[in-house]
């Protein structure tokens, strides 16, 4: 596949290690990235090498795929393609591996499959925030979180308006219904102000979803990002998995049925680039993305929605409390679900 990406990166003469303008020319979203890597590695042959060996031959490869001049050696750097920050990890088994590093939110991790001829079926590309959502064990122990208390309102608007790098995208006709896919990538003028997603989400109080049980989080969590596609009048339903809940709005949405808001490896009020492309040149950050606080009760059966709180992730902690996590150490070991690289 022919990739602009690739092609001004071979233009540009630079190597790994130099950084990009995130969501500019030289720039692979993780969506970019996992295709020409897909396309690049597929049957890409490693049988009978030694680890060290395979992950060497591999990382050249990648640097060649992408444009890059390919390193004799590659330097002690963390991540190891340092410009456009991520690393490889070639994975014959379902335990991830990860050594003396944390995770990092917004670092992408290149996992790379080879069966059992020695060769690579398939490329996932994950951040490191979507990475933490796989830990069952509690392997990982810096993970953001933060307190909710005093629900005395039903709807608290905390942002009055967005903010100020995010006000030059946003919409200034607001249509209902929207056409577009609530996973679709934000597009500047369609990104409503968070006052008028404040008047739509706000309808969600009061509305009720089935309780599937606490060990299905996920499936609760949908049902919730349903209803608030629904209030944004969108047409249909879609759910990535992926930060934020809903791009095309960035919107994180969070449904809480205890005190305690689990907010990963990333800060809300983190002023580093989200990885998205630029918008008439400005950088989306993750403080830049708007949170809507779900709280709700469930009798065993039901979940009710009884408040809902709006915020932009730069004042998230005018509301919340945030508890101090801890830093993690040695080596990191993550099981992969047993369908991570087939969905």
Known sequence: MSSPVVAAIKASGKTIYEPVVVGGELWFTAEHLEEVLQTGLEGFDVSGQAIKTRSKNVKKKVAEILGYPVPKTFKRCQPRFYGQDFDTYVQAADNLQIWNEELFASRRYVLIRVD????????????????????????????????????????????????????????????????????????????????????????????????????????????????????????SYGDTGQFPDVPHQLLEVKLQTSPTIDLGLVLPSNEAALGIPLLNDIQVRHCDVRYVICCGESDGKTVTINNVILTTGAEFFNRFTQFKGNEINGKLQLPLPADFFTK
């Open 116 to 235: 059992g001829s020695g060769k690579i079926t398939k490329v996932k590309v994950i951040t490191g925030g979507e990475l933490a959502k796989l830990d069952t064990t509690g392997t990982i122990t810096k993970k953001y979180q933060a307190r909710v208390t005093g629900l005395d309102k039903a709807t608290e608007m905390i942002s009055e308006t967005d903010t100020a790098n995010l006000q030059p995208l946003l919409a200034s006709t607001f249509p209902n219904p929207i056409k577009a896919s609530p996973t679709s990538a934000a597009v500047v003028g369609e990104i409503l102000p968070i006052a008028e997603v404040f008047k739509r989400i706000s309808t969600i109080v009061g509305k009720t979803f089935a309780d599937l049980g606490s060990i299905q989080e996920r499936n609760r969590g949908g049902a919730l990002h349903n209803l608030v596609c629904n209030a944004l009048g969108y047409t």
